[in-house]
């Protein structure tokens, strides 16, 4: 095995870390639209939480080359 076809050790575990952030903010966000009161855009905000949440769990379940 080479070393040249390896994923560093450090891009992969920062590439989880940058995943579990971005689920944060989507589920923080989701939270945050459904539990305010007469939100002006709550669809739209809804929807880019939850594209945020769908996008971190793919990063964090997908396997880096």
């Known amino acids: ?6 994923t560093p050790i450090g891009f992969t575990i920062m590439e989880k870390l940058f995943a579990i ?3 944060i903010i989507g589920a923080l966000l989701v ?3 459904v539990t305010s009161p007469r939100l002006l855009f709550q669809p739209i905000f809804a929807a880019g939480g ?3 949440v769908i996008l971190g769990s793919v990063m964090i379940l997908a396997k880096p080359q």
């Not at 095995?1 to 390896?6: E, I, K, V």
């Open 1 to 6: 095995m080479s070393r040249t076809t390896d």
């Open 21 to 23: 952030f971005i689920l």
């Open 31 to 33: 939270y945050n639209t």
């Open 50 to 52: 939850l594209i945020l």
